[in-house]
């Protein structure tokens, strides 16, 4: 399946990514892998922890915290697999709104995040593909 | 002492000014009581009869007429004529859902220009000089009012119309133009514009600026005369007493001599209704003295300001105003355009926002900006910059169609606008226009 992000919306001010980040980490929280987009009136920090749930309670009272569903798959590491993989998803047709990189601690392997139109419809044709993907379970071990 | 439009009435005697109002109170009241069902009612409502106004000091037994009143008799519960008589309409530039219209036969727009026509020949203005009219034409007063006062007193007159600031200035050097009739902010922007263009102030013809229609400040007034080598001339007036020209200023520039014979002022308390004495400082109220299309009573301005009767040195005898040092109610006046809290409001309601913004107007380069800051709900937070940017172009245009003017919106996170003991302060004015 999917994996869950989560979207935070950071006012662009003095200390404010701190606060956010530093409620994280007094609440034990793992950051997996993260992106921020900077827009002109605040920024949007995009996460993958180890615990979503409670990332989303320890925020909530902060500010916004939104849910969506994100692909994660698994790159070889070789000239062109990324290649491959935005071949597969721009033959089905499948739009990318953005997508991020990074490495898992267990297997040293790299993944890119997708955040895609259609999410279900994404992993399906990866899958398909031999592309792997994560799930949200999978997001707890590595 | 300087030229004027009409001096047997311009420098009338205290006594003179007075007979001629009390001569016209009577009639004016009479006219409104038989013609506009609206006022008949108010008046009934409050048992004063036509015969009870026998000079201005019965003005104040009569009801007043606000705004809301306007809004609610649209469009044509305030007419005092026939429509068949009217030749005329102009609109406030407000778009609170219901304008206000207001109507003129001939004589109100005779009666209008002669208003504009004083203001003219006051900055010094005759048949010799070409005066260029940069106030929008159109539905708003300031095109059509300075553009009658100003064939009136036989200039050439230059009916640009506001914008085209290549075009304005073409003709301003070209043809010589010696009066300059704008907004004060369109004025520094020209002067600004001219300055780009390699020109220096003493490069055009112009001498005299009537500028009105929003607030300005005495440093805008040095920097613009500076800017354009001219002297520049404060003109007031609203659209629902006819438009530009109810009060001007003169040589003097040190207050707005009201035309008393048209327009009788009072000061009252805000808050009370209460006439205040000379000098005080309070709302701005007018009631029409001659006027047949759209003859409003005892119209609440919402404008704060003091009125004085000092002897002024150009020899004028008519009671003069202050700048308007503030509102009585919240709306601001931003571009020249009649702004309230409330639209916004509206607007944020239909477009599915919390009513929790806050607005900020501050003067760039002497022209006025407006930021909307928006508190969003987690529901209409998007994870994609594209989407959230969206959102705000989205409310930036219904903005812009219901306020006129285009502000800056900006979404910010929930809670974040400061509310002072749980009220939160909805707008942040940094142009210091008063005092």
Known sequence: MAIQQLSVFVENQKGKLLGTVKALADAGINIRAMSIADTKDF???????????????????????????????????????????????????????????????????????????????????????????????DIIEI | MGNYYQPEIETASREEILAIQNEKIVKQVKHVYDNVKYYRDLMDAKGVKPEDIQSV???????????????????????????????????TSGTTGKRVVAFYTQHDVDLWNDCCARAIVAADGSSEDVCQVAYGYGLFTGGFGLHGGSEKVGCLTLPMSSGNTDRQIQF???????????????????????????????????????????????????????????????IYGLTETSGPGVAFECCAQSGMHINEDHFYAEIIDPDTGEVLPEGSKGELVFTSLDKEAFPLLRYRTRDICVLTREKCACGRTHVKMSKPMGRSD????????????????????????????????????????????????????????????????????????MLGIGPKVHLVAPKSIVRSEGKAVRVIDKRKLHD
């Open chain 1, 43 to 137: 920024g949007i920090l995009r996460l993958i922890t180890s615990d979503n749930q409670k990332a989303m309670e320890v925020l909530a009272d902060e500010s916004i915290v939104n849910t969506t569903m994100v692909i994660a798959a698994k790159m070889e590491d070789r000239a062109g697999a990324l290649y491959q993989v935005l071949q597969i998803l721009s033959d089905a047709q499948i739009n990318i709104e953005y997508l991020y990189a990074f490495t898992a601690s267990e297997d040293f392997g790299a993944y890119v995040v997708f955040r895609v139109s259609d999410a279900a419809a994404a992993q399906e044709i990866l899958n398909a593909h031999g592309v792997a993907t994560l799930d949200d379970a």
């Open chain 2, 330 to 401: 919240d709306m601001m006046i931003i571009r020249g355009v009649n702004v309230f809290p409330s639209q916004i409001e509206t607007v944020l309601l239909n477009e599915g926002y919390t009513p929790n913004y806050q607005i900020i107007v501050d003067r760039v380069n002497n022209s006025d900006t407006i930021d909307i800051n928006v508190e969003i709900s987690p529901d209409q937070f998007s994870d994609i910059v594209g989407e959230n940017q969206a959102k705000e172009r989205k409310l930036e245009s219904a903005m812009r169609t």
């Open chain 2, 57 to 91: 000091d019965d003005i104040k037994k009569l009801p007043f007429l606000t705004k809301a009143d306007l809004r609610e008799a649209y469009p044509y519960g305030l007419l005092g004529t026939d429509l068949k008589n009217c030749v005329r309409i102009h609109s």
């Open chain 2, 172 to 234: 301003m050097m070209d043809l010589g133009a010696t009066i300059l009739c704008c907004t004060p902010s369109y004025a520094a922007y020209i002067g600004e514009t001219l300055a780009e263009k390699g020109y220096k102030p003493s490069d055009n013809k112009l001498k005299a600026g009537i500028f009105g229609a929003e607030p300005w400040t005495e440093e805008m007034r040095h920097s613009i005369e500076e800017s354009l080598g001219i002297k520049a001339y404060d």
